[in-house]
């Protein structure tokens, strides 16, 4: 296996992203062979030599996996839960490779969720900069007004700073309506905070489509592996933002 530089190692390896791997390098947390490495743009092979982040050996995956998960509610995003609560992981069955979850929904939001051991790639989807699209389907108790639909739009303050720009559609109207709702960010309880901003509450809460990547038919507790060609133009996405 030809050397690499030492940052794309560790995205690969799900340490971090590239940048927080630079970081990691640049404050002499990296081994190799046992010699501290602080220099960017140093190279390794992480089939030959023995690579170390906080004492700790890192190892290549041995095959990457790549799956679509149907989140269901009352299910947390983690790979265990100190509160002994249901993980999306205990869905999983039959795959040999350890993966984990890509991102977060809530636990009482369901949905699309990926799973992978594919850091670089994971790194890449949740980071902010990323800019990749997530849509949700989004009961509320009541309907926003024209002045307030257009406020959600273009940002809503939280926590003192405002929310990125994001899409809304009414698509079903009632005492409770749905809407569609897209982001390009994913704060922590995000949609649930931009309603409450406006005094109204998310009864469900579910995501449909991240990217180009849909839910379709997966039922609540169903998964798949994605095919070739998702994964093809998942890793589209990393190369032409690093373009």
Known sequence: MPEERLQKILSHAGIASRRKAETLIVEGRVTVNGKVVAELGSKADLERDHIKVDGKLIHAPKRLLYLALHKPDNCVTTVSDPQGRNTVMDLIHGVKERVYPVGRLD????????????????????????????????????????????????????????????????????????????????????????????????????????????????????????????????RGLIRRKAG
């Open 107 to 234: 636990y009482h939001s369901e949905g699309l969720l990926l799973l992978t051991n594919d850091g670089e790639l994971a790194n890449f989807l949740t980071s902010a900069a990323s800019h990749v699209p997530k849509t949700y389907l989004v009961k509320a108790t009541g309907m926003l007004g024209p002045e307030e639909e257009e406020r959600f739009r273009s940002g809503v303050p939280l926590m003192g700073r405002a929310t990125a720009p994001a899409g809304l559609k009414l698509i079903h109207r009632a005492v409770n309506p749905w809407y569609e709702v897209r982001l390009t960010e994913g704060r922590t309880q995000q949609i649930r905070l931009m309603f409450k901003h406006f005094g109204k509450l998310v009864e469900k809460l579910k995501r449909v489509r991240v990217g180009f990547l849909e839910l379709g038919s997966l039922k609540p507790g169903e998964y798949r592996h994605l095919t070739p060609l998702e994964v093809k133009r998942l």
